[in-house]
Every structure is written in structure tokens, then in C-alpha cells.
């Protein structure tokens, strides 16, 4: 598997430089479709065999778990050739992830929605993490900066130009106060609301930025940040040329269109089915 760091940026006016190179699919809209990775490359029967173990293991372990369950498989340790075939087998899909933190993770899906592949550095005496797993979504992802995370922000003091973003501040601190874990996400469009520059400006240095950016090409062009509120995201969607053309902020556990989604998850179970088959029969 290729390298796949996601550079942390901040988000609202001002944070796309102009020069900024910034990877997004052609156009927003399109439906991720499934492609079948590169078939994996070796003379070696023993060393596809073991990978092709792993995959058959992996398999299993989707098979018996329930969609929200927690299926984690540890790679690190596997002969390097035979991961590369496990990950050449895999290959790259939609969504890449970072997590910032003590030890920061770099998460990228595969071509099978669902199943994720988790990279960490060693840091200390903490050995590095390479783990493949299987989920809607993993759950470093959701529990990052949950600790840390700010039950209220307080409002900044109002410049000239701000007009109703104080008011959006207000309505934030107001549902994350009130939120159960049960509850509908709530959305701000701010794309329909009269916002101007100052007025984003202010959000983004009263919400500041969290522990955990997300990239989705499945459906578009689309970055997702958590700030320091609790469970509040602001998620931006950018079309061919890089503008900004629906800009929310969501108050969630994970919006939705970070995570796999069950139906896509079945599908990945018997895509790779039969890429295990494809594979044992050659």
C-alpha cells in the first residue's frame, strides 16, 4: 500500500491558499464505485498462500461480527512481502483519515467499504500500530479528543463585520448541552445562512480546530474536521476548482458521510469472497 498522509489544515475563510495543491476527485456528486484493486504479484506460493490467509481470516472475523462490532487484525508483524500482497490485495478506496494525538494515527479505506487500513509510527517505547480493521468506522476515529473536548466554547468578542455568527455559537452550546447519544445530528447549513467572512472568521477561532480531519471522495469532494466542541464537526464540500459550495457545521457522533454504511459493508463481505476466490484460483 502506497503512503497516504492527509495534511491537517484548518478550515474556514482564508485556510484554502490559492497555491494550496489539494487532492480532490474530478467533480462532486459522482457515486464511489467498486474497483477491483491490482491483483497481487508474486512467484512466491508460500508467501501468497500466507496472504491470502490473511485475507481469508479477515473474511471470517466480517462474517461473525456484527456491523457495529470492533474486527481489528494486528499486520505488523507479517513477513514484509506477504504485507504487501495483503495490501496490494486491498487497495486504496474513498476515505483517509488522520488523527492527531500522542500517538497519531493515518487511517485510509480500502476498496472494501468498511474495512480500514490503521497505521501508527513507534513513539517511545510504544511500538508502532499496523492493523487492519473492519467497521463502519474505527473507533479511534470517534473517541479522538472526547476527553479533551469542550462541553462550551466561549464566544470570542465581536469585530466589525460579524453579524450572526454569535448566534450560530449560541445555537451550538445550546444542542451540545442538550444532546443525548440517541439523538438526530443536528445541521447548520451555513451555505443558505447570511454569512459573511467575518462572521466565518469568528466560528472558526471560537471552535478551533480538533484532533481529527477527514477526507471522503465517495461522494464528492468533501473535508471533514472536528473542532473543539464536543461532538461537532464542520464538514465542507468543494466542487471541480476547489470552491466551497455547501459548508456545515454537524453536531454528531460521526457524520454520515465519513463512515461505511451497512448495506456497502454486506457488499464488501461478498466482494471479498470472491476476490479470496480469485486469487486461490489462479
Known amino acids: 500500500m502506497k503512503d497516504f498522509p492527509i495534511p491537517v489544515v484548518s478550515f474556514g475563510p482564508g485556510s484554502q491558499q490559492e497555491d494550496e495543491e489539494l487532492e480532490y476527485i474530478a467533480a462532486p456528486g459522482e457515486m464511489s464505485v467498486f ?8 512467484e512466491n506460493p508460500v508467501t501468497r498462500d500466507a496472504a491470502v490467509a490473511v485475507l481469508q481470516d479477515l473474511l471470517a472475523k466480517m462474517k461473525s461480527t456484527p456491523f457495529e462490532g470492533d474486527v481489528a487484525i494486528d499486520v505488523g508483524r507479517l513477513d514484509p512481502e506477504v504485507l504487501r500482497l495483503v495490501n496490494d490485495a486491498l487497495g486504496e478506496g474513498e476515505v483517509g483519515v488522520t ?8 487511517i485510509q479505506e480500502t476498496v ?18 499496523n492493523r487492519i480493521e473492519a467497521g463502519p468506522m474505527p473507533a479511534a476515529v470517534i473517541n479522538a479528543g472526547q476527553a479533551d473536548a469542550m462541553a462550551a466554547v466561549e464566544p470570542p468578542p465581536v469585530s ?29 447549513n451555513l451555505t443558505l445562512l447570511p454569512m459573511t467572512p467575518q462572521d466565518l472568521d469568528y466560528l472558526g477561532a471560537a471552535l ?72 486461490l484460483d489462479d
Open 208 to 279: 478551533g480546530v480538533g484532533p481529527v480531519v477527514i477526507l471522503s471522495r465517495g461522494y464528492g469532494n468533501c473535508r471533514i474536521t472536528k473542532t473543539r466542541l464536543r461532538d461537532t464537526w464542520w464538514v465542507q464540500y468543494f466542487n471541480s476548482t476547489d470552491k466551497l459550495i455547501l459548508n456545515t457545521l454537524e453536531v454528531t457522533r460521526l457524520p454520515d458521510v465519513a463512515p461505511a454504511a451497512e448495506e456497502d459493508y454486506a457488499d464488501s463481505i461478498e466482494r471479498l469472497g470472491e476476490w479470496i476466490q480469485a486469487l
Open 99 to 106: 488523527v492527531a494525538g500522542d500517538m497519531p494515527l493515518r
Open 35 to 42: 474497483n477491483t484493486p491490482q491483483y497481487p504479484a508474486t
Open 160 to 188: 466589525e463585520g460579524v453579524m450572526n455568527a454569535p448566534a450560530v455559537l449560541s445555537e451550538l452550546n445550546d444542542v451540545v448541552a442538550r444532546r443525548q447519544p440517541t439523538d438526530p445530528a443536528h445541521i447548520i
Open 112 to 129: 472494501f467499504a468498511g474495512v480500514w487500513r490503521t497505521l501508527s509510527d513507534a513513539h517511545g517505547d510504544v511500538a508502532p500500530i
